[in-house]
């Protein structure tokens, strides 16, 4: 597609309910990353797929929070037994390749998943 | 870590005036630097990127400086619109990273 599709767009659930967010990348980008933005806060890594790399979830807050890549393409974060405090934007982006190097490609954002948890 | 400072309360300024948008960092300089903007409602859009060894960059009516002395990047915009009105949000990625780190970023607002 012409940018990073996320979905839902919205979701409202109950506290204790699994929740799974969507991220179709732009075409051909083989990198992926997944940020949470609280209220009025900044962004927050939450794990990044390179290729076929192992990914990065060095930003994941607790086990109850994971991710896959499924054929380098589409990507879904899922949160188990979901808290008050996970409710937030999921952010999803993407670029060309990794950001580490002296390329330093663009990373293009989604709009976002609404999460929140009554 | 890596700590990303950005002016939390809003910066008011009329039209026609430049807006100045300060990031500073702590510890030691990242590799590159990036400049974004956010909307309500929406995801974060690319505007600028800055490297270590670069002290300016510029496209259309933005301006990116970065004085890795100081430890700080300045993002000016001249001649501001109304439309520029949005949070604008500074990244950084350090050596051996490979993830954007983001400040909490700065609302501007342009008033007519």
């Known amino acids: 597609g012409a940018g990073v599709s996320q979905s839902p767009s919205n979701k409202v659930t109950e506290k204790g309910k699994d929740v799974e967010l969507r991220c179709d990348p732009i075409?051909?980008?083989?990198?992926l990353y997944w940020y949470r933005q609280s209220l009025g806060q900044g962004l927050e890594f939450l794990i990044y797929?390179?290729?076929?790399?192992?990914?990065?979830k060095s930003g994941l807050p607790s086990d109850r929070f994971s991710a896959e890549r499924t054929g380098g393409s589409v990507s879904t974060l899922t949160i188990q037994r979901t808290q008050q405090e996970d409710s937030a934007v999921y952010l999803c982006a993407s670029s060309l390749d990794g950001t580490g190097g002296f390329g330093g490609n663009t990373i293009y954002f989604g709009e976002g998943s609404w999460l929140t948890v009554v | 870590s890596q700590k990303i400072e950005q002016n939390s309360e809003a910066l008011n300024i009329q039209e026609g005036k430049t807006a100045t948008l300060t990031c500073n960092y702590t510890?030691?300089?990242?590799?590159?630097l990036q400049w974004y903007r956010q909307d309500p409602g929406r995801g974060p859009v690319f505007l600028l990127l800055i490297r270590e060894n670069e002290k300016e960059k510029r496209k259309e009516r933005l301006k990116v400086t970065f004085d890795t002395t100081l430890k700080q990047s300045l993002f000016h915009i001249t001649a501001s619109q109304p439309a520029d009105s949005a949070t604008y949000l500074c990244?950084?990625?350090?050596?051996?990273?490979?993830?954007?780190?983001f400040g909490t970023g700065t609302r501007l607002l342009v008033s007519p």
């Open positions: 075409s051909g980008h083989t990198a």
């Open positions: 797929f390179q290729g076929n790399s192992a990914p990065d």
């Open positions: 990244a950084l990625l350090y050596t051996g990273f490979q993830k954007l780190v």
């Open positions: 510890n030691y300089s990242p590799a590159y």
